[in-house]
């Protein structure tokens, strides 16, 4: 079993719709939580990270983690063509030196 | 600018020839970390360094070697590259001594015939 799974999509929305995306973790050990997105041919970048239960807003996006149900998701509103690309979740163990990513689920935004 | 850059970025060898992808970061980060990513394995980290001559193995090692003698430096190197070696490699680094929130270079096409 993978530590971090992600549904695999891939996930199509219409322009201005709600793009959900969800990840699951094996480590109850697992404290922090980081969503990447990577468009085609780049190179991963960091656009949120949570830490805490409950919910995270920043902008467009909102994390929100459930450590009971070890699972963390990803919302986008007001989704946009720009928003299409592949977004990594990422956990990390505390006290571990390690970061591990699921597999991806790549989005595309309908115009 | 801040950032994480790697060369090459685009590598084509033969098998056994060995091989250093170099890269470097100017924002004075602790940790560092190799990546390699392929389609539907996502990433899975190779090595990592906590600091200055402190590294440890990932995930997926085998095959790998890296060094930290410098903060700014983490040089990838494969002794006897193999087939199952090609692959998208990333570098990475992050502030404090773990890997958080990290940057990532550019990538690093590697393709070993």
């Known amino acids: ?111 | 600018e801040a950032q994480v850059t790697q060369n090459p970025r685009y590598l084509i060898t033969v098998t056994g020839k060995k091989l250093t992808v170099t890269c470097s970061q100017n924002m004075n980060h602790e940790y560092m970390s190799w990546y390699r990513q392929d389609p539907g394995l996502g990433l899975r980290q190779i090595y990592y360094s906590m600091n200055v001559e402190v590294t440890d193995k990932g995930d997926v090692p085998e095959g790998y070697k890296v060094s930290r003698k410098e903060k700014r430096n983490f040089p990838l190197i494969l002794e006897s590259p193999s087939p199952n070696q090609t692959s998208l490699y990333f570098c990475a680094s992050s502030p404090g001594s773990g890997p958080g929130e990290q940057y990532f270079g550019p990538g690093t096409r590697l393709t070993v015939t």
């Open chain 1, 1 to 111: 079993q993978k530590e971090v799974e992600q549904n695999s999509g891939p996930l199509s929305v219409p322009e201005g719709a709600i793009a959900s995306l969800n990840c699951t973790y094996s480590d109850r050990g697992s404290q922090s939580f980081f969503w990447y997105r990577q468009y085609s041919g780049k190179s991963p970048e960091l656009i949120m990270f949570i830490y805490s239960n409950g919910d995270k807003e920043d902008g467009r996006f909102t994390a929100q983690l459930n450590k009971a149900s070890q699972y963390v998701s990803l919302l986008i509103r007001d989704s946009q063509p720009s928003d299409s690309a592949t977004y990594l979740c990422a956990a990390h163990v505390a006290n571990d030196y390690k970061l591990s990513f699921g597999a991806g689920t790549t989005v595309t935004v309908r115009a």
